[in-house]
């Protein structure tokens, strides 16, 4: 059968390097196909999408740091679950992500493991975001900074067991929260450096030596920055410090205004610039579900306004969604919405070596394509070309 061109009319496009208002935007066959002033449909049977003048046209978001959303969670170690977070996440702008594991008892990492390994094998559902893959969040992190990651689960760094769970995993593990100071962990990081896998170092007590140590061993990135390591002393830089100063590492931000303070968010943003940001959600299952009792690895997490806790107060992840995060971000440092596309969609693309199909518009690549009205709400969005969300008025 003949696919029809979608065309997506008179917005504002955000390609690459250039913003073209009043623009279009084509899609055929998954494809972006063209998009600029002009563009020749060439097509008489397309299928014409008018916009407001006012709306934007940004690629897709990529979350390497989702554990859940609507009821279910990675650690569910279902097909179910998955596809649950893979319809959700549209809605928010998301349409690609890590599905995130957490430190639980490795009997229960390795379901999860090997459901998210054979639910990647069996291909993207179509009209849903796209599970690029696993970010395993912990066992190998450090028990003082555990956060809501249960202590009694945490496994000393180990490269055999690694290579297990990589295995259990069908070879899907792209990101891995690490704490280099731990024994063993300087293996495992060189190992991830050497399969392109990204060492993040996260869940951490290091010193600035050892976090220089994890990077010289091949540690590229930093699990939400200053949530779970140590913080910044004048005389101890910690993770913290170390994370700021080189630009070897690429910092996540959790940008709900709650984990970290928005002061803080836009110190971050005028030391790292646009392209060592990545914002995530670290978002746990009650996301989209609102206040209540919910199960965290095991443990009770209260979800009360917009802030998830454990009995003892620690936070449990968020419920933030995405294009809240944009929006706080704007808020927060006044970047511009050329630097937000950065922070969400190109930087994790080329963290994952995805940049020639992913993180950007432009022709050729998958489209991933979200519609965001002149309050950053989501109007619609496409995942390889097919509509997987659209608001009620926009029907
Ligand atoms: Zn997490």
Not at 24 to 33: A, D, M, N, Y
């Amino acid at each position: 059968m003949l696919e029809k061109t979608i065309v997506l009319k008179n917005a504002s496009v955000y390609g690459e390097d250039q913003i073209i208002r009043q623009g279009t935007i084509t899609i055929l066959k998954g494809k972006i196909k063209d998009f600029g002033h002009d563009v020749h449909l060439g097509d008489k049977e397309a299928e014409v999408i008018e916009l407001p003048e006012t709306y934007h046209i940004v690629p897709g978001m990529i979350d390497v740091h989702i554990h859940g959303a609507a009821g279910a969670d990675t650690m569910d170690a279902t097909f179910e679950a998955l596809e649950t977070i893979a319809k959700i996440l549209p809605q928010e702008g998301t349409t690609s992500f890590l599905a995130t594991t957490m430190t639980q008892e490795q009997s229960k990492i390795e379901k999860a493991l090997e459901n998210a390994g054979l639910f990647i094998e069996a291909g993207q559902v179509e009209g849903t975001a796209e599970t690029l893959g696993i970010h395993l969040e912990g066992p190998f992190i450090s028990e003082k900074r555990a956060g809501a990651q249960p202590v009694g689960a945490i496994i000393k760094p180990d490269l055999e067991l690694f290579k297990q769970l990589q295995e259990l995993a069908s070879g899907h593990i792209k990101l891995v929260t690490i704490a280099p100071e731990i024994e063993g962990s300087l293996d495992v990081i060189s190992y991830l450096r050497e399969k392109n896998v990204v060492a993040s170092i996260g869940h951490s007590d290091a010193t600035y030596e050892e976090v220089v140590k994890g990077m010289k061993a091949g540690a590229s990135h930093v699990t939400h920055l200053y949530n779970g390591m140590r913080g910044l002393h004048h005389r101890e830089p910690g993770v913290v410090g170390a994370a700021l100063l080189h630009d070897e590492l690429t910092t996540e931000l959790i940008a709900d205004g709650i984990h970290v303070r928005p002061e803080l968010i836009s110190l971050t943003f005028k030391q790292k610039g646009n392209e060592k940001v990545v914002l995530v959600t670290d978002a746990m299952r009650a996301k989209c579900l609102g206040d209540g009792q919910y199960d965290l690895g095991g443990q009770e997490v209260t979800v009360q306004k917009e802030t998830a806790t454990l009995k003892d107060g620690t936070l449990a992840g968020s419920i933030i969604k995405m294009n809240t995060a944009v929006k706080n971000m704007m808020q927060f440092t006044g970047c511009s919405i050329s630097d937000i596309i950065q922070m969400t969609s190109a930087n994790p693309a080329k963290e994952l070596n995805i940049f020639d199909r992913k993180g950007s518009l432009a022709p050729g690549k998958d489209a991933d394509i979200v519609v965001l009205d002149e309050d950053f709400e989501v109007v619609m969005t496409f995942c390889k070309g097919k509509i997987a969300y659209r608001r009620d008025d926009e029907a």
